[in-house]
């Protein structure tokens, strides 16, 4: 009788790699758990192993510290604001898969992005009162979930050379009122300067290119609707993850040709 055991030694070898190497390595991660009384400003994210940085935010309250996006004011003025955590040089590698992911829920007349920004001028560190989040900097990108009365949509926000646009990734939602809502990003870093930013949400696929060399800015930020006069929540965001995903190692494929090449033997 032919002998299987080597095939059985190195296939648990093989895959016990390639599961550990599949699970994403997080980076950035906060589920605001601090208090609804509290603004995000100063707050210290659950993982960051960049740096010691906590989050610097409009001093206004709009961003609380349990996530929740309030308005104030409780008049049609545009409320546009954000909060940033400064990472630094270095965010991304090359021939990396990266993946950004928003939970949010509860989102009324209001639009959420998360994303990263290059050095701004002026700088939203120094310039918190004017921390328009998805404007800052010359080259940004950031999912972009948005609930405005007669437009509802995902999309990617691109920001290139100072020049806003955005690109609809689903636009057949109905509103955001439940809970929690999770939309991810995917960033390919084959080129820093040119990279693949794409989201799929509800069935539909839209892919960009992104400048990342010049990242130095984690960020979220809110933006109401210019004839929204409502006082109260415009939205919550749950939590932010920012993760690398691992490529396949030689030695994990190794393994797996291994187990390929005694796999046919056996049956020869």
Not at 60 to 69: E, F, K, P, T
Not at 174 to 196: G, P
Not at 205 to 225: P, R
């Amino acid at each position: 009788m032919k002998s299987y055991r080597p095939l059985l030694l190195a296939l648990p070898c093989a895959m016990s790699l390639a599961v550990t190497e599949a699970n994403a390595a997080v980076l950035i991660y906060d589920d605001f758990s601090g208090n609804n009384a509290d603004n995000v400003n100063g707050t210290t994210p659950d993982t960051n192993i960049y740096n010691a940085n906590t989050w610097q935010a409009d001093s206004i309250n709009y961003l609380r510290a349990d996530g929740s996006l309030l308005d104030e004011a409780g008049d049609s003025n545009n409320v546009d604001r954000g909060a940033f955590l400064h990472v630094g040089t270095g965010i991304f590698a090359t021939n990396t898969t990266y993946t950004v992911t928003l939970d949010f829920g509860q989102l009324e007349q209001s639009a959420i992005f998360l994303g990263f920004s290059d050095v701004s001028t002026p700088d939203p560190i120094t310039n918190l009162t004017d921390s328009t989040a998805q404007t800052k900097g010359s080259n940004n990108f950031a999912i972009r979930v948005r609930e405005f009365t007669n437009d509802q949509d995902v999309a990617i926000w691109n920001r290139v050379g100072g020049a806003n646009s955005q690109t609809i990734v689903n636009a057949t939602m109905s509103d955001f009122n439940d809970a929690s809502y999770v939309v991810s990003m995917t960033i390919n870093s084959n080129s820093l300067t040119d990279a693949e930013v794409t989201i799929n949400y509800g069935g539909s696929e839209q892919t960009v290119n992104a400048d990342l060399s010049g990242m130095q800015y984690f960020y979220y930020g809110v933006e109401d609707a210019d004839l929204s006069s409502a006082q109260g929540t415009m939205g919550v965001v749950n939590s932010v993850t920012f993760a690398s995903v691992p490529e396949p190692t030689t030695a994990t494929m190794g393994f797996l040709g291994l187990a390929c090449m005694l796999f046919r033997r056996r049956r020869n």
